[in-house]
């Protein structure tokens, strides 16, 4: 039978139920369900060997959106994050996508840009020309460092020469693009980067200074799209309210920083939870959302002739489920198995996927009742906690700092005082 990842009331169950349920949906091991609780994770020799002068771990929730029906296949998705509302936001979307039959998704080969840094040339058209009639030789010698890759299928692929004007004159840059297949790829291509400069420099003259990856990953693009039929968003009126809100975006950088940052809520909480570098995918979001000279949202919202709303997400994505964190992490090892992707790709478009649904759950707020109403009563949850209140009232003062309104500090230490002065 076809796994659904459509449960009902999955919010309402205790953890030690959801964490059943996951296990049951990914067959994953009692260790790999231990490391999802965050129980196996918790071996401090797992710190030491990943950064320096580690002490400890940092601990984050890790919870799962359910609903999501991607290229007609059900997925669970872990989610890292410490923001309120995202989990459910991104399930609530996945589940109104479903109507539609959910998402659908593409994306570009795993090509990433390794860049190399000429400098002081004073011809730098003959020294674009003279490095590309070299091109076989540059490939050949950035091949030689990864056989390993080679024996995938992939490695240095071709070769761009970009000339671009500096405060100090033009630089020659050189653009290796390798395919790294399931890597990230950075260590990958700075060693190819590294590799090949002094053959640039002798190639080309001048001098090579830099010899690094871009996070500008233009080659390795995730798309994803989903149509939300009006009714299961509430009616024509939210669908509208949807677009102008994307307009706005698409006009104004203030709100557009606000719009992006919606779609990082979802995409990053996945990125974490897999183990990959989300600084990577943030830079690459962001400098490929500005590519055009002024910074647009990355994903767009259109009423369809039907009048229902039709969403699409296209941004770099370089993950990996290979190398970095991903495979030393007994956590993401264990999200890599419940999202039961066969390829970096796939984790790629799945990405795009929750970060489609991420905003459009934001937006859908936003042009109805406002983001606070759902925030509002996690975030009580939180603020009651935070201040130190016996767990059987939490309920209790959440309730009561909601309804007045008062979702503050100080008033919940004096709901907290009034109710266990009434129980005593
Ligand atoms: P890596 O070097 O650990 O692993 C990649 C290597 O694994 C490949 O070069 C290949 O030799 C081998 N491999 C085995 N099976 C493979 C497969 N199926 N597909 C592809 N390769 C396979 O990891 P990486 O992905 O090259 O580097 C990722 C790390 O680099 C991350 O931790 C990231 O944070 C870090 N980093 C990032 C930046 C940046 O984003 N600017 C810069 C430097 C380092």
Redesign the pocket.
Known sequence: MEKTSRIEGFYKLPMAERLKIVKTFADLTDEEAMALAGLGGADPSISDKMVENAVGSFHMPLGIAVNFRINDKDYLIPMAIEEPSVIAAASNSAKMARVKGGFWTSSTPPIMIGQVQLTGIKDPSRAKHVILERKHEILELANKQ?P??IT?G?GAKDLEVRIIDTQKGPNVVVHLLVD???????????TMAEAVAPLVEEIAGGRVYLR??S?LATHRLARARAVWEKEALGGEDVVDGVVEAYLFAEADPYRCATHNKGIMNGIDAVIIATGN?W??IEAGAHSYAARSGSYKPLTIFEKTPDGDLAGTIELPMAV?L????TKVHPTARASIKLLGVKGAQELGEVAAAVGLAQNLAALRALATVGIQKGHMSLHAKNIVNSVGCPPELVDEVVRIIVAEKKVRMDRAKEVIEELKRKKT
Request: net charge negative; proline share 0%.
């Open positions: 990864d390993m890759l995938l992939g790294v297949k399931d890597a990230m790829g950075a260590n990958a291509v700075n690094i990856l996070n570098d600084r990577a990996g290979i190398g970095g964190a």
